[in-house]
């Protein structure tokens, strides 16, 4: 079955960085276009950035545009979101995520098939 585990979130202070990465099981990483979400405490999961199953396109939420970067080694089967300039207001739980719609980056979640468990992001002021 499809896994997708998330790893690299922890504690950082205001102006810090952190790159998280997330492994892909159990699919065919390459065809897949891939999103990172994230979900603050009582708050709905909201979109971050997308990457296109070669690399090619990208698109980011407005907020973390200029800040933050995707990007994924098909060789390996695994994204990454790089995190700089690290706010607290980017305080949440990190969820990458498969569409296998290939040609149209989309940031809706109800058009990711596969999740992974997340991984816990805390800026401190």
């Known amino acids: 079955q499809v896994q997708l585990v998330e790893s690299g979130g922890g504690l950082v202070q205001a102006g810090g960085s952190l790159r998280l990465s997330c492994a892909a099981s159990?699919?065919?990483?390459?065809?897949?276009?891939m999103g990172w979400f994230r979900q603050a405490p009582a708050k709905e999961r909201e979109f971050v950035a997308a990457i296109s199953w070669s690399g090619a396109s990208t698109y980011y939420a407005d907020s973390v545009k200029g800040r933050f970067t995707i990007s994924r080694d098909n060789a390996k089967n695994t994204v990454y979101l790089q995190m700089n300039s690290l706010k607290p207001e980017d305080t949440a739980v990190y969820y990458c995520a498969a569409n296998r719609e290939r040609w149209l980056l989309r940031t809706d979640t109800r058009f990711f098939g596969s999740w992974g468990q997340g991984t816990q992001v805390t800026v401190a002021s």
């Open positions: 159990g699919l065919s990483f390459n065809i897949y276009n």
